[in-house]
């Protein structure tokens, strides 16, 4: 039986490398919205399409997660309930 060359392992990395995590939501938005705008430039490479595409849902799933955090602070510092603002 014929031997199929596998495909060159530079070409399909095992686990792509999404960077480290940013410092603080704001970083992380800021650098989220950077993406986007290049995303929808269509300019960007088929491989660093691919490569922006990872970093940006690492990147969402972080902001996604601190924003939750800091919801979930409020709500034990209202006791469970969010408190309804009235102007006066």
Do not use: H, N
Not at 49 to 55: C, D, F, K, P, T
């Amino acid at each position: 039986m014929p031997k199929v060359p596998s495909p060159p392992s530079a070409a399909v990395p095992a686990s792509p490398d999404t960077g480290a995590l940013p410092a603080s939501y704001e970083a992380g938005l800021q650098e989220l919205e950077q993406l986007v705008t290049e995303l929808e430039s269509g300019q960007l490479p088929l491989d660093q399409l691919l490569g922006s595409y990872q970093r940006g849902a690492v990147l969402l799933a972080f902001c996604r997660e601190r924003l939750q955090a800091v919801e979930d602070q409020i709500k034990v510092l209202d006791a469970g309930s969010l408190k309804a603002w009235a102007a006066e």
